[in-house]
């Protein structure tokens, strides 16, 4: 099976070597989608201007030389210089059969496969996920499934914030208030409310301050007792997120954690190093690198702060840190940092800091996935009456209870209305995030992302619930079909083609780590297919051939879609 854009590209380059000569050979064809044909090349229009010749006439000598007989119909100039081309339906066919056959549906693994390390969600511990957690989170474990889908050594790394002076003030609250009862507030999910205690009591009062900044010098120095206490700390927090995992189905487990703590050992080599190179020096009694081009304000070189007066380290050092310990000792080749656009500036210095040492070559590349902002229909940040950002299980619970809402009338089972507003809730949350270009910000609007029409989750769950309605009314088993495939209507051959552009979308995904190409392709097969649906009946097909092949073009459909969803994460609940 082939892509056909990737097809008509190669094709077109042979024409431009025959008709003008090698040297031309590699110019991007610039194969897209028509609306007049199946796809137009237009690479006349700039190769003229190379040329110094009229785009048609270009057009027209690169047409002369096409050999596409046994991919397309028809190849013709049209327009200023436009070259369209319309597939054949036989071609078509028998793509759309390799991909049926194929355990990958037309995906190529990456070649050669890279270790990738993917730093996403990253909550706080003893504080709550927040709904700017769900981007980070969902998006990344997006990118962790598109990329292990193409072969890729995929290391998820969840840099969750457990080290730093806050864990003074926490510690000293929770031995107040006593470890039972402080323990048992954060179990109940008052972790904010324990937290703001702390605040309130670190702002109010001096003693409690600077008890507070002692017991932030007796952690960094491993006194066993304050290591307890912020051990407790840390284990009530990660069974909190592991819930919250759990509910959004991703794949991160403690396994995957790769908290500020563990790098703590490393903070002092990393100074280290880079001040015996020369990158970092010292400026008002801090270790700083100044990396060159970053400029502040008053238009002095901006520091990155590695080692403060007072001997203490930031999570400057500790993001440092855990750069060079993926690429010296994970020997990864991509590093991507799935954070909000806030943090757009610390990565590009960060890199360029990188770059400096010696840790990021032209081998390995390393990017900031970045993460637009949710607002609410004011475009301000979403936030509770009260002012405070939404809590993140507070956001999944409502999603469950409005799906629950909008299927009520369809079970009567309660237990399996249930199962099936939890899928359909956290699909609908996940994929109105994931449908959006993730450096994009968007509104939060829970009625558009819930409705059954429209590009929404649920709008896909039911499209792969349809199709398998299908085949529960014929008594067949949808990965049991025959790949026997003729598309006579046009409805059948436009779903035959859709569906031919899931390698392409999920390589897309990957190359660029944005799920919404490959949610964007999705949602144009359940189009296609509800087009199809209607015009072209499956079960009551004029004849045998063709209801086998509309059977089979459905079991295609089922897997494109069911394996795409599952990429972004997805449930595709059998029934809806």
Not at 426 to 437: C, F, N, Q, R
Request: with cysteine; aromatic share 8%.
């Amino acid at each position: 099976m082939a892509d056909p854009q990737e097809v008509l590209a190669q094709r077109v380059r042979a024409a431009l070597a025959a008709a003008f000569g090698a040297e031309h050979a590699d110019a991007d064809p610039v194969i897209r989608p028509s609306a007049f044909a199946d796809y137009q090349a237009n690479v006349a229009l700039p190769l003229a201007k190379r040329l110094g010749r009229a785009p048609r006439e270009v057009a027209a000598d690169i047409a002369r030389h096409l050999q596409v007989e046994d991919v397309c119909s028809k190849a013709e100039v049209s327009g200023p210089g436009f070259i369209n081309f319309t597939l054949r339906n036989d071609w078509i066919a028998r793509q759309a059969t390799g991909v049926l056959e194929d355990p990958l549906l037309g995906a190529q693994p990456t070649d050669p496969a890279q270790t990738v390390v993917v730093d996403y969600s990253a909550p706080n511990v003893a504080k709550e996920m927040h709904v700017g957690h769900l981007r980070t989170t969902v998006v990344g474990d997006a990118v962790v499934r598109i990329l292990e889908y193409r072969g890729n050594d995929v290391i998820r790394a969840n840099h969750v914030g457990d080290w730093g002076t806050q864990f003074g003030l926490l510690i000293e609250h929770l031995l107040d208030v006593g470890e039972d009862v402080a323990l048992q507030q954060l179990s109940a999910g008052e972790i904010n409310a324990f937290y703001q205690a702390a605040r309130v009591k670190f702002d109010a009062d001096p003693a409690f301050a600077e008890r507070s900044r002692h017991r932030v010098v007796l952690l960094q120095g491993g006194d066993a007792q304050t290591i307890r206490l912020w051990q407790e700390l840390v284990d009530d927090s990660k069974h909190y997120y592991n819930t919250i995992y759990r509910r959004l189905g991703v794949t991160l487990t403690d396994d995957d954690l790769a908290p500020e703590s563990f790098y703590n050992s490393m903070l002092a080599s990393v100074c280290d190093e880079l001040e015996r190179d020369g990158i970092a020096v010292m400026s008002n009694g801090a270790l700083c690198a100044f990396p060159p081009g970053f400029t502040g304000r008053d238009g002095e070189p901006r520091p990155m702060i590695l080692r403060k007066s007072d001997g203490g380290y930031g999570y400057d050092t500790t993001d440092l840190a855990a750069i060079r310990y993926r690429i010296r000792d994970l020997r990864a080749g991509r590093l991507i940092y799935v954070v909000g656009a806030e943090q757009s500036l610390h990565f590009r210095m960060l890199f360029a800091v990188a770059r400096q040492a010696g840790w990021l070559t032209d081998g390995v590349s390393a990017e900031h996935a970045v993460i637009g902002l949710v607002s609410d229909p004011g475009g301000g940040r979403l936030r509770t009456r009260t002012g405070e950002s939404v809590k993140l299980i507070a956001l999944l619970d409502e999603a469950v209870e409005r799906a629950g809402r909008v299927i009520a009338d369809r079970y009567d089972d309660p237990v399996l209305r249930q199962e099936i507003a939890e899928a359909v809730g956290i699909g609908a949350l996940k994929y109105g995030d994931l449908s959006v270009a993730r450096d994009s910000g968007y509104v939060f609007d829970f009625d558009r992302m819930l409705a059954l029409t429209g590009n929404t989750g649920p709008y896909l769950q039911y499209a792969t619930a349809r199709i398998r309605s299908i085949f529960r009314k014929a008594g067949l088993d949808p990965n049991a079909v025959a790949p026997s495939l003729q598309l006579n209507e046009g409805a059948e051959r436009a779903l035959a083609l859709a569906v031919l552009g899931l390698g392409p979308a999920v390589a897309g995904a990957a190359r660029g780590a944005e799920p919404h190409v490959l949610a964007a392709f999705l949602f144009g097969v359940a189009s296609v297919f509800t087009t199809f649906y209607e015009q072209c009946p499956v079960l009551g097909a004029p004849s045998p051939e063709s209801r086998a092949s509309r059977l089979a073009l459905s079991a295609l459909t089922l897997r494109v879609l069911i394996t795409g969803l599952g990429l972004l994460g997805i449930p595709a609940p059998d029934r809806m």
